[in-house]
């Protein structure tokens, strides 16, 4: 019998903060190799602890809710099939009773729904994103646990109400006497809070925020997609617009390096390298920026590339700290929910701008064609620059969002 120690290895933290989320297994509970052990949430990502070797929990030390520094001991895992039943409770004691009789896991009955509620961060994202209730998901992971999988199915397969009895509901005409408030609070979540400290900090004690907002005609990169978006596709590449987006930036910070910098108090340090985040949201989970790095060094098509796994990394709940590291520059495009505009978009720190994109939709407008001025119908979006203006002035800004429409109007030409 061996006894290895379950701890965080600092390569996976990176630096960040972690609190201890949830354990997934019972004491004395069997585990194979990588499987997940440990939930952990950081500021940034929720993330998984996995099993080094087949064996079973020996041992928790690290509590819920605990804050976890990197290397310390959490628990302990038993390498051979013994168990260990101290300080099992009720449940872990049946699952010591089916893993010393004589029939392994293997053999264990379809009833066995003990890990139900152990869901992963993915799964958990989906629920909360579509207000669904766990008791009403069928598990089809290992002891009846809810995977990813299991809650797409039933978003897929959700009932909806029929617009009959949507229709014949009753609806009082009375005035209705007002009463009392009662809601439900849920606890914010490590990254909330984190996300909220951060954006009033950037926001009112950082950062003086100025924002400016141009117009771009997209007609040029919606003709570059279409002829190379399949081509992408076939590569398992996801040509978006967001890739142009990454591209075009590259060329505005060459012609303003100033917005690719840190303010300190007696310089402003400029970065060779242009690492841009990519603002993605997790519903109602919140927001996390993974970052393209040294996208100055990339072609379209490697943008494009570096961009879809992230963004798949982000969505399946794989990211790690290292993932959103060492940013210079962020994009926010929000126009995918339907904004047209959001000013300020809140610098993401310790940078000193942040672009955002609006919804693309067909605009009318005047064009001299011939000599003569005639409306026609143009793809078009805005585009804003929130900048800090303690290392910025509106030239610098304005020069830099020139520069990037000019880049995205004139692609291919």
Same mark, same amino acid.
């Given at each position: 019998?061996?006894?290895?120690?379950?701890?965080?290895?600092?390569?996976?933290?990176?630096?960040?903060?972690?609190?201890?989320?949830?354990?997934?297994?019972?004491?004395?509970?069997?585990?194979?190799?990588?499987?997940?052990?440990?939930?952990?949430?950081?500021?940034?990502?929720?993330?998984?602890?996995?099993?080094?070797?087949?064996?079973?929990?020996?041992?928790?030390?690290?509590?819920?809710?605990?804050?976890?520094?990197?290397?310390?001991?959490?628990?302990?895992?038993?390498?051979?099939?013994?168990?260990?039943?101290?300080?099992?409770?009720?449940?872990?004691?049946?699952?010591?009773?089916?893993?010393?009789?004589?029939?392994?896991?293997?053999?264990?009955?379809?009833?066995?729904?003990?890990?139900?509620?152990?869901?992963?961060?993915?799964?958990?994202?989906?629920?909360?994103?579509?207000?669904?209730?766990?008791?009403?998901?069928?598990?089809?992971g290992r002891r009846g646990r809810v995977t990813r999988n299991d809650v797409l199915a039933?978003i897929t397969n959700m009932p909806t109400l029929e617009p009959s009895i949507v229709a014949?509901?009753?609806?009082?005409?009375?005035?209705?006497?007002? =009463?009392?408030? &009662?809601? +439900?609070?849920?606890?914010?979540?490590?990254?909330?809070? #984190? @996300?909220? !400290? %951060?954006? *009033?900090?950037?926001?009112?004690?950082?950062?003086?925020?100025?924002?400016?907002?141009?117009?771009?005609?997209?007609?040029?990169?919606?003709?570059?997609?279409?002829?190379?978006?399949?081509?992408?596709?076939?590569?398992?590449?996801?040509?978006?617009?967001?890739?142009?987006?990454?591209?075009?930036?590259?060329?505005?910070?060459?012609?303003?390096?100033?917005?690719?910098?840190?303010?300190?108090?007696?310089?402003?340090?400029?970065?060779?390298?242009?690492?841009?985040?990519?603002?993605?949201?997790?519903?109602?989970?919140?927001?996390?920026?993974?970052?393209?790095?040294?996208?100055?060094?990339?072609?379209?098509?490697?943008?494009?590339?570096?961009?879809?796994?992230?963004?798949?990394?982000? =969505?399946?709940? &794989?990211? +790690?700290?290292?993932?959103?590291?060492?940013?210079?520059? #962020? @994009?926010? !495009? %929000?126009? *995918?929910?339907?904004?047209?505009?959001?000013?300020?978009?809140?610098?993401?720190?310790?940078?000193?701008?942040?672009?955002?994109?609006?919804?693309?939709?067909?605009?009318?407008?005047?064009?001299?064609?011939?000599?003569?001025?005639?409306?026609?119908?143009?793809?078009?979006?805005?585009?804003?620059?929130?900048?800090?203006?303690?290392?910025?002035?509106?030239?610098?800004?304005?020069?830099?969002?020139?520069?990037?429409?000019?880049?995205?109007?004139?692609?291919?030409?």
């Amino acid at each position: 019998m061996s006894t290895i120690d379950i701890t965080l290895p600092a390569a996976q933290l990176e630096g960040t903060s972690a609190t201890l989320s949830k354990w997934l297994v019972n004491i004395g509970q069997q585990v194979k190799a990588g499987e997940p052990l440990i939930e952990l949430e950081t500021d940034k990502v929720s993330m998984e602890i996995c099993a080094p070797e087949t064996g079973s929990l020996r041992d928790i030390i690290a509590c819920e809710g605990e804050e976890i520094v990197v290397d310390t001991v959490l628990g302990h895992l038993e390498t051979d099939n013994s168990v260990v039943v101290e300080h099992a409770n009720t449940v872990n004691q049946a699952i010591d009773k089916a893993i010393n009789s004589s029939e392994n896991l293997s053999h264990q009955t379809d009833n066995d729904n003990s890990a139900h509620d152990l869901i992963g961060p993915a799964a958990r994202r989906l629920l909360k994103s579509h207000h669904l209730d766990l008791s009403l998901i069928t598990g089809t992971g290992r002891r009846g646990r809810v995977t990813r999988n299991d809650v797409l199915a039933y978003i897929t397969n959700m009932p909806t109400l029929e617009p009959s009895i949507v229709a014949n509901t009753p609806m009082s005409a009375e005035s209705v006497t007002p =009463r009392e408030l &009662k809601g +439900t609070r849920v606890p914010h979540t490590k990254m909330r809070k #984190t @996300i909220a !400290n %951060h954006m *009033v900090d950037s926001l009112l004690k950082t950062s003086p925020h100025v924002t400016s907002i141009f117009e771009m005609d997209m007609s040029n990169i919606i003709e570059h997609r279409k002829w190379h978006k399949k081509e992408y596709a076939e590569l398992e590449v996801n040509l978006t617009f967001t890739a142009y987006f990454l591209a075009a930036v590259v060329k505005a910070v060459q012609a303003v390096p100033q917005v690719n910098a840190r303010f300190h108090d007696d310089a402003l340090e400029l970065f060779s390298d242009i690492n841009i985040g990519v603002g993605t949201a997790l519903g109602d989970a919140g927001l996390v920026v993974p970052v393209v790095q040294q996208v100055q060094s990339l072609n379209l098509f490697a943008i494009a590339k570096a961009l879809t796994a992230q963004t798949n990394k982000a =969505r399946n709940g &794989k990211l +790690t700290p290292s993932d959103m590291k060492n940013g210079t520059f #962020t @994009i926010s !495009n %929000h126009g *995918v929910s339907g904004s047209l505009i959001a000013t300020p978009i809140i610098i993401n720190q310790p940078e000193v701008a942040i672009l955002g994109v609006g919804k693309l939709e067909k605009r009318v407008v005047v064009e001299e064609i011939n000599g003569v001025d005639t409306m026609v119908i143009k793809p078009k979006c805005y585009v804003s620059l929130s900048i800090d203006h303690r290392a910025l002035d509106a030239h610098q800004t304005n020069l830099f969002l020139a520069k990037f429409v000019d880049v995205i109007e004139t692609w291919g030409e």
